[in-house]
């Protein structure tokens, strides 16, 4: 099969080093990719969100399979662009259309939906920039801390917890007035949840999930999860405290509801579904959905998934996963992700990376997330730079791995968390 693959960060190099291993992968384009993904295949210079040179490139290079890696040309509608193509019409595609994408493009519509369909989340209300004053009369409804989204995709940054009514009624003003753009017009104030999150990733053909290793991964830039929210700074899989009875309440309150409630929409839904979880008492509740795997979670996620790719993704488009085996290695996978000095906030590009070029040790992998090639140095290109994955017979050996791969690699102002799994 000639596949092509959306994106440029670790997700992505994650995915084509689990494609580029099926046997049944003859061409691996990644667009636009980086360092690392070429190593898997051939990097194309396309962007994701040129959904007509996507499309030509298709119908050029005689595409089979296309997966989309991020959010973005999913919620504005890639899918349904090839869907429409008459050239594409024997093209699988991994990725919800725009309604699907829905569930991850809007905080509101994915409230509303959990609402329709009973499926367990946080009390919510919603707001538009009408209704500053409403807002925040609302939060009387609630105690401290207060959780305010803004409604849009804002890079994984637009979640504010707020431990005082003051504190939360200046960040209300402060989404309406443009803070994250047009993503924060419209918020959702939810109901604090206090408990341990988790993320279960499922593959959906539209009728039918089946369930990849489930992930926990760590949000906040600091030790002991402290300081801003960050795109992740480190994973584990699988997670100690999900046993099978839990996994079962997941599968029977969530997954499947969800699946038919998107039936129910009318939504034909074929990629992967990210659910973000919250173990509260012993109950599983929904923070969010993603419509697309999570970073970093993938880059434990696919090292522990034993299971052809492209054969699930084949099963998808002909809606057979039902009878689909998902083996998975029994190993504990952990990443910890490398960050440039400053993330998540303003930082420096362009750092030369010392030690990611070396021969890893057996069991460890290096997935690359932002960087490039600057002639022939290996330089920094963004605020999470490397996932540094290794695989043990428990966590604490996957741990002690892990971060001797991390000790392995150096760059200007590198940071990263400590703790990745300590708390499990």
Known sequence: ?????????????????????????????????????????????LSPLDFEAVATFCVSKQIDLVLIGPEEPLVKGITDFLRWDPALANLII????????CLEGSKAFAKAFMSEFDIP??????????????????????????VIKADGLAAGKGVLICAQKEEAAAAISGMFA?????AGHTIVLE????????????????????????????KRIGDGDTG????????????PFVDESLLEKVRTRIVTPTVQGLVARGIVYQGFLFIGLIL?????????????????????????????LLELMVAMHEQRLDKMQIEMDPRTAMTVMLVSGGYPGSYKKGMTIEGSTIETPLDTMVFHAGTRMDER???????????????????????????????????????????IGSDL
């Open 280 to 308: 509260v008492k012993g109950e599983p509740y929904v923070i969010e959905y993603n419509c697309r795997m999570g970073d970093p979670e993938t880059e434990v996620v696919m090292p522990r998934l034993k299971t052809d």
């Open 178 to 182: 443009g803070e994250f753009g047009e």
């Open 121 to 146: 989340t946080a009390r919510y209300g919603e707001f538009n920039r009408d209704q500053e004053t409403e807002a925040i009369q609302f939060l009387d409804s609630f105690t401290p801390p207060y």
């Open 94 to 101: 991994c990725g919800p259309d725009a309604a699907g994408a």
């Open 377 to 419: 140095r290996l330089v920094t290109n963004g605020g999470r730079v490397l996932a540094c994955t290794a695989y043990g017979q428990n966590l604490e050996h996957a741990r002690r791995s892990a971060y001797e791969l991390v000790k392995k690699i150096s760059f200007d102002q590198m940071n990263y968390r400590n703790d």
């Open 1 to 45: 099969m000639k596949v092509l693959l959306l994106g440029s960060g670790g997700r992505e190099h994650a995915l084509a080093w689990k494609i580029s291993a099926s046997p049944s992968c003859t061409e691996l384009y990644i667009a636009p990719g980086n360092p690392g993904t070429a190593q898997c295949g051939q990097n194309v210079s």
């Open 228 to 239: 801003p929210n960050t795109g992740g700074m480190g994973a584990v899989s699988p997670v």
């Open 191 to 218: 109901e604090f949840l206090d408990g341990i999150e988790f993320s279960v990733f499922a593959l959906t053909d539209g009728k039918h999930a089946c369930l990849l290793p489930i992930a926990k991964d760590y």
